[in-house]
């Protein structure tokens, strides 16, 4: 009696992870790709459904031969999805590579720091997130406009002669999303590198490797893991960022998530705000798999 329980404990503690990927992601995508299928409509909700399960069968299969793509071939012919995709993309890139800069020398830093700060260090980083993101976004507006800190320390120090122009802008964007999510890379650089085994380095010194080269050598490669996690970890949500490019970038930038959001609640499209959303989805779902494939193959060739 006391194995059949642990072996269905070990099943459901196997099964949980899937239950929770099927509630919480197989189901909102499927209900949104169903929405995607439909047509617009002056109803509420804003769209007919093309598949109706209450129907029967052979109104089911009827309406699956003539079912249409029309909603995402849309997207391919208004050059506006097309270069918000583009956009959406570039920005997220050099944001990640930007965060990448900025926050492996402070992993490095915490890594090397002695053990005794190191929950200290770990806090201040974490220490952001005790504030609302909502509100700290809203800071950088009054960091970065025209008559905010930053052109009024600048003109202090004799720097600039007229307030610089950030506000609205790209850069704006970028300094929104390299703050905001710096911790997200920060915190697995610090994980793998504070496992890695400084007598690596040592010996590579002891071998006339100078340090630069021994960072280049093997620092770096050993920190891989962290790197390309911490590059997801950002990338991901930034391809979608509303907020930020929202508040910081202007009406006239162009990212996905500001296009998703003007679909849905100012053009209440629904099915092509839909087609948009999954289109989106399957852009970082794509990377994710090609990611998860590249490292099982590296576990086999270890093994």
Same mark, same amino acid.
């Given at each position: 009696m006391?194995?059949?329980?642990?072996?269905?404990?070990?099943r459901f503690?196997?099964? #949980?992870?899937? /239950?929770?990927?099927l509630?919480? %992601? =197989?189901?909102p995508?499927?209900i949104?790709f169903? *929405?995607?299928?439909? !047509?617009?409509?002056?109803?509420?909700?804003?769209?007919?459904?093309?598949?109706?399960?209450?129907?029967?069968?052979?109104?089911f299969?009827e309406?699956?031969?003539?079912?249409?793509?029309s909603?995402?071939?849309?997207?391919?012919?208004?050059?506006?999805?097309v270069?918000a995709?583009?956009s959406?993309?570039w920005?997220?890139?050099v944001?990640?590579l930007?965060?990448?800069?900025v926050g492996y020398?402070?992993?490095?830093?915490?890594?090397?720091a002695?053990?005794?700060?190191?929950p200290?260090?770990?806090m #201040?980083?974490? /220490?952001?997130?005790?504030?609302? %993101? =909502?509100?700290?976004v809203?800071?950088?507006?009054g *960091?970065?406009k025209? !008559?905010?800190?930053?052109?009024q320390f600048?003109?202090?120090l004799?720097?600039i002669d007229e307030?610089l122009v950030?506000?609205?802008?790209?850069?704006?964007i970028?300094?929104?999303?390299?703050?905001?999510?710096?911790p997200?890379?920060?915190l697995?650089?610090?994980?793998?590198?504070?496992?890695?085994d400084?007598?690596?380095?040592?010996?590579?010194r002891?071998?006339?490797?100078?340090?630069m080269?021994?960072?280049?050598?093997?620092?770096?490669?050993?920190?891989?893991p962290?790197?390309v996690?911490?590059c997801m970890?950002?990338f991901?949500?930034?391809?979608g960022e509303?907020?930020?490019?929202d508040?910081?970038?202007?009406?006239r930038?162009l990212?996905?998530?500001?296009t998703?959001?003007?679909?849905f609640?100012?053009?209440?499209?629904?099915?092509?705000?839909?087609?948009v959303a999954?289109?989106l989805?399957?852009?970082?779902?794509?990377?994710?798999?090609?990611?998860?494939?590249?490292?099982?193959?590296?576990r086999e060739?270890?093994n």
């Open positions: 006391a194995r059949f329980i642990s072996a269905i404990a070990a503690v196997i099964a #949980l992870p899937y /239950l929770w990927l509630v919480f %992601f =197989l189901a995508f499927l949104v169903k *929405i995607s299928l439909s !047509e617009p409509a002056l109803a509420m909700p804003p769209y007919q459904p093309v598949f109706d399960l209450f129907a029967g069968f052979s109104a299969f309406k699956l031969r003539a079912l249409s793509f909603n995402y071939l849309w997207l391919f012919d208004d050059p506006l999805y270069n995709y583009l959406s993309i920005i997220a890139t944001s990640t930007i965060t990448l800069a020398p402070i992993a490095y830093g915490m890594a090397r002695p053990a005794s700060i190191r200290t260090l770990l #201040l980083v974490i /220490l952001p997130f005790w504030t609302s %993101f =909502l509100i700290r809203y800071a950088w507006i *960091i970065l025209p !008559e905010g800190l930053l052109n600048l003109m202090f004799g720097l307030p950030i506000l609205n802008t790209t850069t704006a970028y300094i929104g999303i390299v703050y905001s999510y710096l997200f890379m920060v697995p650089l610090y994980s793998t590198l504070e496992k890695m400084g007598s690596l380095i040592e010996a590579a002891d071998l006339g490797c100078p340090p080269a021994a960072f280049w050598k093997v620092t770096f490669p050993m920190s891989l962290g790197v996690a911490g970890l950002v991901i949500p930034a391809v509303f907020v930020i490019p508040l910081l970038g202007g009406s930038t990212m996905i998530g500001k998703l959001w003007t679909e609640f100012n053009n209440r499209d629904w099915p092509v705000s839909s087609a999954v289109i989805l399957l852009i970082l779902i794509v990377p994710i798999m090609l990611f998860q494939r590249s490292q099982a193959r590296s060739a270890g």
